[in-house]
């Protein structure tokens, strides 16, 4: 039972992506990406303000650590993936956003002291195989003489600057519960997104934004975090962990059904490149804690 847990939360970020696309049509990047927030914060406000209030004296020296973190993981993180929707896939997407927790890995090593293992060189390199292979479109000459589309640039941005948020919060541990730091996280990243917000062409919420507003803003960033976390206490980190590497399988079904996106042999075999990099290199890194634990 408590395995639909992760398994729900994936596949509402599966949908993320999914969300970007449509929305990219219908409001201005910069709009959804502030309302996200606005609405998210104005829904967890009544829960969580008095217990920001009672501990504002503990909060207040951590403040530039977690406006940082609102910078990486709630400004540039989600407003790339919506600039990045127009020149690219939601397959695309939820493939490169899948390379987050290896490039966690190699970060945690400046960042957290941490060593690598000649499995995660092999993944890193079996991955980046596979991502080359997908954004080529299987035709090598063709990525060398054009590169890579703009969409999947700022991807591939957005991916390591996810990581590198993920990396911080486990190196800044700040005396707070995982909702407070969400919460002042959140409101910083409204303040951050307003300038981009008010510069918006198409900021009304229409019939046809109000769904993919509410999606994001209520699935994408509160019920998903909540259940990842329920996940993570009722099974551990690394059960739950397992489950982003559905994100892509999960995505790609989706996006041909309600995108019509074609998934060709490229996306096939360069997917499976990756997400089998990620895996076992994730993999060593359970059998390395496990041993270290018993020892």
């Known amino acids: 039972m408590f395995y639909l847990l992760p398994l729900l939360t994936v596949s509402i970020w599966a949908g993320n992506a999914i969300v970007n696309k449509l929305s990219f049509s219908v409001i201005d990047p910069g709009a959804i990406a502030f309302y996200r927030w606005f609405f998210a914060m104005l829904v967890l406000t009544p829960f969580l303000a ?99 589309t703009q969409g999947d640039g700022l991807l591939l941005i957005a991916a390591f600057v996810y990581a590198l948020y993920c990396v911080l919060l486990k190196r800044w541990q700040m005396p707070l519960t995982n909702w407070q730091s969400v919460y002042v996280q959140g409101v910083l990243a409204v303040i951050m997104l307003f300038p981009m917000f008010v510069s918006s062409e198409r900021m009304a919420i229409t019939a046809e934004a109000f769904p993919l507003v509410m999606y994001a803003a209520m699935l994408g960033s509160l019920i998903a975090p909540w259940c990842w976390l329920l996940g993570i206490q009722r099974l551990g980190a690394d059960r739950t962990a397992m489950f982003m590497n559905l994100m892509p399988v999960i995505t790609a079904l989706i996006a041909s059904v309600v995108l019509n996106e074609q998934l060709e042999s490229y996306h096939y075999i360069g997917g499976v490149m990756v997400l089998s990099g990620v895996a076992l290199a994730q993999k060593k890194v359970k059998a390395r804690q496990q041993k270290m634990a018993t020892a």
């Open 50 to 148: 008095k217990s920001i209030w009672q501990h504002r004296k503990t909060i207040k020296p951590y403040l530039p650590k977690l406006a940082f973190l609102s910078l990486l993981g709630m400004v540039l993180n989600q407003s790339l993936g919506y600039f990045a929707a127009a020149t690219t896939t939601a397959t695309n997407m939820a493939l490169i956003i899948s390379l987050v927790p290896l490039i966690s890995m190699f970060l945690s090593v400046p960042l957290l002291s941490q060593r690598l293992s000649p499995l995660a060189i092999v993944g890193a390199i079996l991955s980046l195989g596979g991502l080359v292979l997908m954004l080529s479109h299987g035709n090598l000459h063709q990525l060398a003489a054009q590169g890579i």
